[in-house]
């Protein structure tokens, strides 16, 4: 079964934090690679950041220094974690799982980050 599904978004002030979690199926999560997108209004889909078995974490520029991706095996779940959040990183966030060139998509959660 292929299931990725998020949780955690929501409203926030300007300096605040969330943290975003995502359950995998247990195939999805054995996958080499996941992590978080995001989607702004009329903007395309970007990488957030994605922890791979083989790699560690990769981070977009924006995030670096204020989200921290990780995962918990046991639990089959993925997380974000995001500190001093900017009105800028108001967007749709998704869970991504990627087998080779293929990539799995969460429903995504809303973070709205008000000024």
């Known amino acids: 079964q292929r299931q990725l599904v998020e949780s955690g978004g929501g409203l926030v002030q300007t300096g605040g934090s969330l943290r975003l979690s995502c359950v995998a199926s247990k195939m999805m999560f054995s996958f080499n690679s996941m992590g978080w997108y995001r989607q702004a209004p009329g903007k395309q889909r970007e990488l957030v950041a994605t922890i791979t078995i083989t790699e560690g974490t990769n981070y977009a520029d924006s995030v670096k220094g204020r989200f921290t991706v990780s995962r918990d095996n046991a639990e089959n779940k993925v997380y974000l974690q995001m500190n001093s959040l900017q009105p800028e990183d108001t967007a749709v966030y998704y869970c991504?799982?990627?087998?080779?060139?293929?990539?799995?998509w969460g429903q995504g959660t809303q973070v709205t980050v008000s000024s």
């Open positions: 991504n799982a990627q087998r080779g060139a293929i990539h799995y």
